[in-house]
């Protein structure tokens, strides 16, 4: 009885373990046979689950069904460089480089309508956020962003870009991400890394010694207000007299003259820092003969400035704001004052990299030999972050005056009538 019972137990066992062998192979001749690439070259690889992938940095991905190669080669391409940098890539939804450069020119275009920010600045700002949306893509999400993606954004600059330029473009990427922090559109800091920073000092000098001087001489203005018309040789003694740059010119209203006494007040446009200085007769007059000439201007919010275009009537520097037909922005500059003035310099045939700005450099040099640095500061609108300064109140006429009279016999001579 205790034999059979055992036979009867391992006969019972038996089949069942036979079926699940059968039930096993059948299972396994059921397993979907993996697609061949759609050509040699695809970079995917057929996966048993039904999804074309590929292992990258140690870890498997997955990009679509097998019945779409297309649309998994399309997603790899758009991930494959997070995925082979450690980053997440982009996904709908997150804020990306995009959202971030039309917030933050949309704040600038604002200032820019009211005033806040002149048109140069604009135009350098959407400058870098060109750069950026080139250098990381549009649909990169801002936060996945590492260190080593401005390493490599660094090392992209053009060649021919100098030290000066570099620094610009830095300090203008690091000012738009912080823009992103500051108002709350981003959780955390992004991290720029050690070698994302603007270059040295030292670097800065030797670039600026291997240019040369960036300042006219005596005879080289000399020249300039000689064939200049009147609303040029209005601008070059301004530059000259009290070192105004071209967005100076372009936005100097007549309510911040006083032609009678000859001083001028006016805040600079870049800083907002406030200026003044004693005008020379002969900038006076050359003024009072551009508003003889000064046309009606188109717009009415420049009706109360001095200088407006023959032509037009408009500022001497613009920046417009174009949308494309797919929805992006274009800015168009325009630099009136820049392109008068390289017609004028090669007109007399005057070399070396200098512009109208090089008068800004021509007041700070003669200007700094009147021994008055403090004065000379006051009239350029620099920044003096020194100790004294927290406790400087005002800065007297005379002192203002003797710069001004000081560079003014530099350029005209020791016996200019006063």
């Not at 192979?25 to 697609?35: D, E, F, L, Y």
């Not at 200085?277 to 420049?302: C, F, G, H, N, S």
């Amino acid at each position: 009885m205790t034999e059979t019972n055992s036979i009867a137990t391992s006969t019972s066992i038996n089949p069942e373990s036979d079926n699940q062998k059968r039930l096993s192979a059948r299972t396994r001749k059921r397993k979907p046979k993996k697609p061949a690439k759609p050509y040699p070259d695809y970079p995917l690889t057929a996966h048993p689950t039904k999804r074309w992938c590929k292992k990258i940095r140690g870890k498997v991905f997955y990009f679509g069904p097998w019945d779409d190669p297309d649309g998994a080669l399309k997603k790899y391409l758009d991930q494959r460089d997070d995925l082979h940098a450690g980053r997440t890539p982009s996904e709908e939804g997150g804020f990306t480089v995009r959202d971030l450069c039309n917030r933050f020119m949309t704040s600038r275009k604002h200032a820019l309508d009211t005033r806040e920010l002149n048109p140069r600045t604009f135009s350098e700002y959407f400058r870098v956020c060109e750069h950026i949306c080139r250098a990381f893509g549009k649909d990169m999400l801002v936060e996945s962003l590492r260190p080593d993606d401005f390493s490599r954004f660094k090392m992209k600059m053009p060649a021919s870009w100098g030290p000066v330029s570099r620094g610009k473009m830095v300090q203008g990427v690091r000012t738009i991400f912080k823009f992103a922090l500051d108002q709350d559109l981003i959780e955390r800091p992004v991290k720029f890394g050690s070698d994302f920073k603007r270059p040295s000092r030292k670097t800065l000098r030797l670039h600026r010694a291997a240019q040369g001087k960036r300042m006219f001489e005596v005879d080289e203005i000399r020249g300039m207000l000689d064939k200049a018309g009147p609303v040029m040789k209005a601008m070059i003694l301004l530059g000259s007299n009290v070192g105004y740059g071209n967005s100076d010119c372009a936005t100097l209203p007549l309510s911040a003259l006083d032609l009678e006494y000859g001083w001028v007040d006016f805040p600079r446009p870049k800083t907002g820092i406030e200026r003044r200085a004693k005008l020379w007769p002969e900038t006076v007059a050359a003024i009072q003969a551009a508003l003889e000439v000064r046309p009606k201007p188109k717009e009415d919010a420049d009706v109360g400035l001095i200088f407006l275009t023959a032509q037009h009537g408009n500022r001497w520097v613009t920046a417009k704001v174009h949308k494309k037909e797919d929805g992006g922005l274009r800015v168009v500059t325009d630099d009136s004052v820049s392109k008068e003035f390289r017609k004028l310099m090669a007109k007399l045939g005057l070399k070396g990299k200098r512009s109208f700005y090089a008068l800004r450099h021509t007041f700070e040099t003669i200007g700094g030999e009147s021994r008055d640095q403090v004065a000379v500061n006051a009239i350029m609108g620099h920044v003096d972050e020194s100790m004294s300064a927290v406790y400087r109140e005002a800065i007297s006429d005379e002192r203002l005056t003797a710069v001004s009279d000081h560079v003014r016999r530099w350029l005209f001579g020791e016996g200019v009538s006063q």
